[in-house]
């Protein structure tokens, strides 16, 4: 059974930071792309963050373009997104997501993505 769980999430005042991290389970996601999304109350999740499968090439969303690091260790099944200079509007549940197709630049969309975490919140106070 394949599993992402993420972790990492918590309150934090607005100017701090937060790493989050996903271990994935059940497979290797060595050489699939993986990903993060992320849900503010009352909103449609969006795209945050993608890393290919060899951890080369990055893409974020523009809102956390230059805040945000997304990195993986494919030798520990993991991808983390490290979080720098919060705001307010970052606050929302902070989901992990994979890829189940090979060596592909899978992108922003939630369709491309097979497996997902259940999430973890993230609240940031001004």
């Known amino acids: 059974q394949v599993q992402l769980v993420e972790s990492g999430g918590g309150l934090v005042q607005a100017g701090g930071s937060l790493r989050l991290s996903c271990a994935a389970s059940?497979?290797?996601?060595?050489?699939?792309?993986m990903a993060w999304f992320r849900q503010a109350p009352g909103k449609e999740r969006e795209f945050v963050a993608h890393?290919?499968?060899?951890?080369?090439?990055?893409y974020y969303t523009d809102s956390v373009n230059g805040r945000f690091t997304i990195s993986r260790d494919n030798a520990k099944n993991t991808v983390d997104l490290q979080m720098n200079s919060l705001k307010p509007e970052d606050t929302a549940v902070y989901y992990c997501?994979?890829?189940?197709?090979?060596?592909?630049?899978?992108?922003?969309?939630?369709?491309?993505?097979?497996?997902w975490g259940q999430g973890t919140q993230v609240t940031v106070s001004s």
């Open positions: 997501a994979a890829d189940a197709v090979a060596r592909r630049w899978a992108g922003t969309g939630e369709k491309m993505y097979t497996y």
């Open positions: 059940g497979r290797t996601f060595s050489d699939s792309a």
């Open positions: 890393i290919n499968w060899s951890g080369r090439s990055t």
